[in-house]
């Protein structure tokens, strides 16, 4: 049974950082890849970005690109965001997702991924 809990949001201001954790559990974590979603109120859930099953490659939506950056620690299993230049625009829920398939390409459908609960980030002006 796929588990993933996030942790590290928060209140931030513009321009500020943070940083999000997410432990997962219950699939062998190391052969998926691992990406976060964010969903701000009123809208549909959006690719943030994912990194591969090796941790070697990255990919991020161009919204967060220069700014966000996603590392994995295969050891831990454990997967995380690292929000910088923060705006209110990057207000939103943030979830941790993991691939439904084993060794698979990152692509930004939500319907291919498994997602923790949540953790809400607020940036202030």
């Known amino acids: 049974q796929v588990q993933l809990v996030e942790s590290g949001g928060g209140l931030a201001q513009a321009g500020g950082s943070l940083r999000l954790s997410c432990a997962a559990s219950g699939f062998t974590f190391s052969s998926y890849v691992m990406g976060w979603f964010r969903q701000a109120a009123g809208k549909e859930r959006e690719f943030v970005g994912a990194?591969?099953?090796?941790?070697?490659?990255?990919y991020y939506a161009d919204s967060v690109k220069g700014r966000f950056t996603i590392s994995r620690d295969n050891a831990k299993n454990m997967v995380y965001l690292q929000m910088g230049s923060l705006s209110p625009e990057d207000t939103a829920a943030y979830y941790c997702?993991?691939?439904?398939?084993?060794?698979?390409?990152?692509?930004?459908?939500?319907?291919?991924?498994?997602y923790g609960q949540g953790t809400q980030v607020t940036v202030s002006s």
């Open positions: 990194i591969s099953w090796s941790g070697r490659t990255t």
């Open positions: 997702a993991a691939s439904r398939t084993p060794y698979g390409i990152v692509v930004h459908s939500t319907e291919a991924y498994y």
